[in-house]
């Protein structure tokens, strides 16, 4: 199994372009996320997906844009690039697990993306 | 205010050394994440805990659920122990999504 994958690994974008990242998961995983880390603050949710066809807000949404056509895959978009999100982002998925619903989460390597 | 804070923020170690990092969260939680980011970025999952111990090889996780506190013990650190330690939580009041602490950087010195 490959886990959790990411595409690109790296990316520099100018101010106003475009882009999408690709997070793909082999383990049959319902829920997905995307998370930027920026140095000195804690991993922050920008959109996650508790399955196929669904996405939900997290906690810094704006600017990003995500959609979940197959389980397996997860779309982040940034429609207009901004300095501001210059950022890791990282891309995890989790089973529903236990009665909480609550299951581990895997990572993907991360894309590490600059905008100029 | 849902919070996550850890402590030290770094934390250097001779090898052989036990460490301890500390993880407090400011309410309820239904769930507890440690984490650990080696050098090179990626994200590995060590335990998830909601109540009690758990142990693997050499690391020991505790939660304290009236206290608010975790605590990640390594024994008998070694160098390729060095990384970034992370905590997260689900909180009760919030219920979708897991809140991440700034993590502790841990190096271990031969």
């Known amino acids: 199994n490959a886990g959790v994958t990411q595409t690109p690994k790296f990316r520099v974008l100018k101010t106003g372009q475009s882009m999408t990242l690709l997070c793909a998961q082999d383990m049959n995983h319902e829920y997905m996320y995307w998370y930027r880390q920026d140095p000195g603050m804690g991993l922050r949710l920008i959109h996650y997906s508790v399955g196929e066809g669904t996405t939900a807000k997290g906690e810094v949404p704006d600017g990003y844009n995500v959609s979940r056509l197959k389980k397996q895959n997860f779309l982040l978009g940034l429609e207009s690039a901004a300095p501001s999100q210059t950022s890791v982002y990282f891309c995890a998925s989790s089973l529903i697990a236990g009665t909480s619903g609550i299951g581990e989460q895997y990572f993907g390597p991360g894309t590490r993306l600059t905008v100029t | 205010k849902n919070e996550v804070e850890q402590s030290p923020q770094n934390l250097t170690a001779q090898e052989g050394e036990f460490i301890t990092i500390n993880c407090s969260y400011s309410v309820g939680i239904s769930a507890l994440h440690w984490l650990q980011q080696h050098p090179g970025g990626g994200i590995v999952s060590l335990f998830m805990?909601?109540?009690g111990k758990k142990k693997h090889g050499r690391l020991i996780a505790t939660i304290n659920i009236q206290e608010k506190h975790s605590s990640l013990h390594i024994t008998a650190s070694h160098p390729r122990d060095s990384a970034v330690y992370i905590c997260a939580v689900w909180f009760l009041n919030t219920g979708n999504q897991f809140y991440f602490g700034t993590g502790t950087s841990l190096t271990v010195i031969p």
């Open positions: 805990l909601s109540s």
